[in-house]
């Protein structure tokens, strides 16, 4: 059974930083793309970045490139976010995502990432 957990989320004033992990379990993590997905209050669930299997590719929301990083460390089957210069509107419930398929090119799609973590809530006061 894979199990995502996801901790590191809380409040923060703006212009702060938070970093939050995912834990990951039941699966061959190394193997497979990683992201990181968010949903704010009364809106879709939006894509924020991904990391390949083996760390060489990343992409970024448009929204956050810049302010935000995604790392993993494989040899602790965990991926990180680290989220600088964060503003009001990174308000959401953060969720961590494995992709479907292994050993493929990072991709945005939601449709694409088949076992959720159950969220991180992150709150960025003005």
């Known amino acids: 059974q894979v199990q995502l957990v996801e901790s590191g989320g809380g409040l923060v004033q703006a212009g702060g930083s938070l970093r939050l992990s995912c834990a990951a379990s039941?699966?061959?993590?190394?193997?497979?793309?990683m992201a990181w997905f968010r949903q704010a209050p009364g809106k879709e669930r939006e894509f924020v970045t991904a990391i390949s299997w083996s760390g060489g590719a990343t992409t970024y929301a448009d929204s956050v490139k810049g302010r935000f990083t995604i790392s993993r460390d494989n040899a602790k089957n965990t991926v990180y976010l680290q989220m600088n210069s964060l503003k009001p509107e990174d308000t959401a419930v953060y969720y961590c995502?494995?992709?479907?398929?292994?050993?493929?090119?990072?991709?945005?799609?939601?449709?694409?990432?088949?076992?959720w973590g159950q969220g991180t809530q992150v709150t960025v006061s003005s």
């Open positions: 995502a494995t992709d479907r398929i292994a050993r493929r090119w990072v991709t945005m799609r939601e449709d694409e990432y088949d076992y």
């Open positions: 039941g699966r061959t993590f190394s193997t497979y793309t």
